[in-house]
């Protein structure tokens, strides 16, 4: 007879230092982001959850269908540095989640506890850009990175990248959510030309509201294709657009990337980052993935 004793790692009760609010050595920090997955609330429980992403195209000004929410969420994070200062943490208290001991907003349940949020459809962004502002106005350097993720990952893995950027970084993150699914690369090369006007009606929506901010962009694997597309859609118009374009690891036909370069060039005042490896495995098998999607 063999007894298997297995530990959940993922599981509420494991996690119950994690959500200690009295812990040290964790810290909340609000993720702003916005999505085009379907987002499903209900609102007699205050509770809402991600779907797949919602399956059409285009941006107008007004109503909700232009397929994209406005969302706020705070997450519980392990702090980058122990006994270091932590005073630039005040420019991320947002009044909306309340206190540690008294949270407020809607809840979305994941493995790892309760995420508290409060979302914004198209016509109500106005109120998450009061909140953005708010942080903004705290951060001495007025500095806001935009963040559009690689393939892959669901809402969850994405906003975690944007919290350890902001971790690191130091200033207000809106991470655009695009509707990727968790480990289905296929899937990613389908999503990201159904966000390509929805990306450009966010932009334009974003440089009108803070063109006295500078706005950094990275854009990350596959993600590279939408700031790519964007570039070239949006031609002169969008010329200096941001202080600084990141490319980190782009998952895209180098001959497409190369010719797309001159445009993307111009979108930044600073000189434009392309962040690469020879040896990049992951890189390596995308490509491959590419080949056989071709075939």
Known sequence: MVVLVVTCSTCQVSDAAWQDPSRQDY??????????RKVTVEQDKRKYSYGRQIDFDGVEAEG?????????EQFRTQAAQQGGSRSWLSAFDLEIFGDRFHRRGMKWRTFSGLVYGELYGWSKRDLFYEQL???LDRVPEREILIF?????VDHKKAARQAVDIQKW???????YDWGTKSKD???SLLS????????KGFIEDLKTRYKDARLTLVAYSVGANILKDYSVEAGQEANGSFDSVILLRADTNIGELKKALPSIEKLSVNPTQVWVSSNDSQMMASRALRVVTIL
Do not use: M
């Open 27 to 36: 810290i909340n920090l609000p993720v702003f982001f916005v999505t085009d």
């Open 64 to 72: 909700e269908s232009s397929g994209l929410t406005f969302g706020i």
């Open 133 to 135: 502002s708010q942080t």
């Open 148 to 152: 559009v993720h690689g393939c892959c």
């Open 169 to 175: 970084y130091r200033r207000p993150v809106v991470l």
């Open 185 to 187: 690369y296929y899937q």
């Open 192 to 199: 990201y030309p159904k966000t390509r006007s929805r990306f």
